[in-house]
């Protein structure tokens, strides 16, 4: 199974401006360059939700909450998929986790900690 490895979290100040990656590896049974990533957040004492997507063709989706202060772009060449987050705010603060979807069956990664202090 395709392994996802989020990196570039830690404890950063409000309104700073942090990229995480995410690295695929085990790719051998997927067309990287052909699916939609998806980054996901999941805030303490809260479930995980969605924040950003690029599909294939770079077609690229936001939740309302970070639209405008969050980039998600890929590098197909090498099977990373990033999120530049702007102008964080304490309410940012929660693990991200990468995710893909092939055929039904999804694959996270581990999760990478953003702790944003005010």
């Known amino acids: 199974q395709v392994q996802l490895v989020e990196s570039g979290g830690g404890l950063v100040h409000a309104g700073t401006s942090p990229e995480l990656s995410c690295a695929a590896s085990?790719?051998?049974?997927?067309?990287?360059?052909?699916?939609?990533m998806e980054w996901y957040r999941q805030a303490p004492g809260k479930q995980r939700g969605f924040v950003a997507s690029i599909s294939s063709s770079g077609t690229t989706n936001y939740a309302d909450p970070v639209k405008g202060r969050f980039t998600i772009s890929r590098d197909n060449s090498k099977k990373r998929v990033y999120l530049q987050m702007n102008d964080l705010r304490p309410e940012d603060t929660g693990v991200y986790y990468c995710?893909?979807?092939?055929?039904?069956?999804?694959?996270w990664g581990q999760g990478t900690q953003v702790t944003v202090s005010s």
């Open positions: 995710s893909l979807d092939q055929g039904g069956v999804r694959s």
């Open positions: 085990r790719t051998i049974f997927i067309v990287f360059s052909g699916l939609t």
